[in-house]
């Protein structure tokens, strides 16, 4: 009895371009501590220096959602996970301030190896650990979105980002990135 074959291996050619919806997406980690507590990192920089985030990455070519979220955790916090550790938490689709369409998905994690630290300081000032269910009021707006679909068990959500102010000289900024 032959077995189906694992796309993960299996040879096959990854489009790299053409007409249709093509999305930005990112995949999100909430790693959680016994405590129940989520790691955020501190924006380091502009845009948003100093507001809370999630620890996220973009897909990249050739890539699967939960190795990009395992990706994450490695360059954001130091800390090892493997794909069997994630499980899957839920699918943002939004718009961003400026229209543009995203995908997000969130992934959790409750076991890895390594101590969770700022492994990004060029990205992030800190590592703070919040209550999913009552995150601090410095929380990015697609923080806040996203940690508050996975407290309510929502597995999918779909919303526009608001405006975000601009200041002289800046434009608006996106969320997450």
Same mark, same amino acid.
């Given at each position: 009895?032959?077995?189906?074959?694992?796309?993960?291996?299996?040879?096959? =050619?990854?489009? $790299? &371009? &053409?007409?249709?919806? =093509?999305?930005?997406?990112?995949?999100? #980690? #909430?790693?959680?501590?016994?405590?129940?507590?989520?790691?955020?990192?501190?924006?380091?920089?502009?845009?948003? $220096?100093? $507001? #809370?985030?999630?620890?996220?990455?973009? #897909?990249?070519?050739?890539e699967w959602l939960d190795e990009a979220a395992c990706r994450g955790a490695s360059r954001t916090l130091g800390i090892r996970l493997e794909v069997q550790d994630v499980e899957l938490s839920g699918l943002l689709h939004y718009r961003s301030e400026q229209g543009a369409g995203r995908l997000c998905a969130v992934f959790a994690a409750q076991r890895w190896s390594g101590d969770p630290r700022n492994c990004a300081p060029g990205e992030y000032s800190e590592v703070v650990w919040a209550d999913p269910g009552g995150p601090p009021a410095d929380c990015r707006p697609l923080t806040h979105a996203v940690l508050n679909q996975y407290v309510s068990g929502t597995l999918y959500g779909a919303l526009a980002m608001p405006a975000a102010p601009t200041t002289a000289g800046t434009g608006p900024s996106c969320p997450d990135g």
């Open positions: 009895m032959s077995s189906a074959p694992n796309p993960r291996t299996a040879s096959a =050619r990854f489009e $790299q &371009g &053409g007409p249709g919806y =093509r999305p930005a997406t990112k995949a999100v #980690l #909430l790693a959680l501590r016994p405590d129940g507590r989520v790691a955020l990192v501190r924006r380091a920089h502009h845009p948003d $220096q100093g $507001q #809370l985030a999630l620890v996220s990455r973009r #897909l990249e070519a050739a």
